[in-house]
């Protein structure tokens, strides 16, 4: 499983100098937006390379995002949008953020709608109920993605050895994660079991429990279903079958947004889908 930590920025940006008087830089907005997922796929808009560009004049920043198709589903990409926005305003120094959306159906009515700070609703309100929000699709993703990275986080520590009894008994407390060596650490009664490649994983799990607002305290189940309930005893083969059926639904959405991404910007990927700085909007 890609972990939402491991990131491409453009090395025109990354090569820049920090400022030194307090002024925003194209690095630390690439660095702000850069946990900003694609809520089907769950992976960075920046690793997926569907960041187009980021423009930096003084105070005011401005991201442009491209998406696979032309047809890519408006509220899907309302969302990415509001999430690439509040991210870009949490760089200190930024006074106004600006999104723009390129090639998409609904691009003038996202970017309108976006930078005028209204919701989904609003913004396609002869379209949509005057109430609709994104919150209810953004958890519903989010929960995805626990399920996601939950699985393969269990089908490593099954490799390894541990059975469904040790598995069920473990707290949160026993998982730990290096992501720098991409490590993951169990700690079980027979001692400590080191996951090799498994680190960047075993952390996206620990924050999709922490945004799905699931129990963080030391002794808390750490193998739960999305609403925190523990594994049942024998459970686990059903457990899963679910998990995996939602992981592999995601893994082939995945493969075939990037192929369409590809073949639309002609070869584009994560280092490549940036433009010059001279390209026009």
């Not at 006074?95 to 970017?111: G, K, M, N, Q, Y």
């Not at 680190?199 to 808390?220: F, H, M, N, P, T």
């Not at 369409?260 to 889908?273: S, V, W």
């Amino acid at each position: 499983m890609q972990s939402d930590r491991s990131l491409v920025i453009p090395a025109r940006a990354a090569a820049m100098p920090e400022a030194r008087d307090g002024s925003v830089t194209e690095a630390q907005v690439y660095e702000a937006i850069a946990a900003v997922l694609d809520p089907e796929l769950d992976e960075s808009l920046l690793k997926l390379g569907f960041i187009d560009r980021v423009e930096v004049n003084g105070p005011d920043v401005t991201v442009v995002f491209k998406l696979p198709t032309y047809w890519c589903a408006p509220n899907f990409a309302y969302l990415m949008a509001s999430d690439l926005r509040a991210s870009a305003y949490q760089v200190l120094g930024v006074r106004s953020a600006r999104v723009v959306l390129l090639d998409h159906c609904a691009e003038e009515e996202i970017t309108a709608g976006i930078n005028a700070g209204r919701s989904f609703g609003e913004a396609f309100e002869a379209e949509t109920p005057g109430d609709a929000d994104l919150e209810q699709l953004r958890r519903t993703f989010l929960r995805k993605g626990f399920l996601m990275r939950q699985d393969t986080l269990l089908r490593r520590m099954l490799k390894a050895g541990l059975d469904e009894e040790i598995i069920a008994a473990l707290h949160v407390a026993d998982l730990s994660a290096d992501e720098d060596s991409d490590e993951a650490f169990v700690a079980t009664p027979g001692g400590v079991i080191r996951l090799q490649g498994a680190g960047r994983g075993a952390s996206g799990y620990l924050r999709k429990r922490r945004a799905l607002g699931l129990s963080q305290i030391a002794d808390a189940p750490l193998i739960t279903d999305d609403s925190g309930q523990p594994l049942a005893p024998g459970g686990l083969a059903d457990f899963l079958r679910r998990s995996r059926a939602v992981r592999l639904n995601i893994m082939f959405n995945t493969a075939m947004c990037k192929s369409l991404f590809r073949t639309r910007y002609q070869g584009a990927g994560a280092e490549e889908a940036h433009r010059d700085e001279g390209d026009d909007i």
